[in-house]
């Protein structure tokens, strides 16, 4: 295990629907953790998420499964912050909320690359930029429309790149796996697959 530093905090950021939480959030966190020096990383299940147009299955379920992905993965914590705030859920009110409870911390905001092509549409992203240190991790590309990310040019010392192997993973293939009735191990770890075999989660699309 990498001993935590002395010096300042430095606390991971991985929001997400996690509408299921599946093996590529879970590599994505890995990579996180053995890159960035980490002394935890915060998984932060949305509650109410403006930008995906299906409604997301209920939190609880969200929250249970992301503690069943993430049980085995030290330096994980599963913060609730955004589903115990009404309304919305915006990164940057996440990131204040943190900011004024470790004041001293550096933040690491971890994201797909889907995620950070679209960051400079997200609410006042430079306050953002300001907060984090916006960590992307390569996605695989599966059609030829999505380009790859590139940094902003004026704020380009606040981007760091993650190195992991691409993954062809998503909760969408995976939800519609399971309306089909096909096998979603190991897309999602196996106590997963049980939570949502055992809850009727996704059984229609
Ligand atoms: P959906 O298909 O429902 O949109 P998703 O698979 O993208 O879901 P989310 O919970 O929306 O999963 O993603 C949370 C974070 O994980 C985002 O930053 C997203 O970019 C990242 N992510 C998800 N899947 C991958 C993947 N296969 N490779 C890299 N990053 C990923």
Redesign the pocket.
Known sequence: MTPARTTTRRIGV??????P??A??V??VQAALDNLQLDELRVVPTGQAWH?AWSLSPAPDRLAMAQLAFAEVPRVVIDPIEINRAGPSYTLDTLHEMKIRWPEAEFFL???????RALTTWHDWPEILRLAIICV????ITTGESPRFIAPKLHKSRFKRLQ?P??????????ARIAAHQRVVPLVFEPVARYIDDHNLYQTI
């Open positions: 991985f929001g997400g629907a996690f509408d939480p599946h590529a959030h590599a994505l995906k971890i994201m797909g690359e889907d995620q950070a991790a390569e996605r695989e992991m691409a993954m062809p993973v998503s909760a969408t293939d995976i939800r």
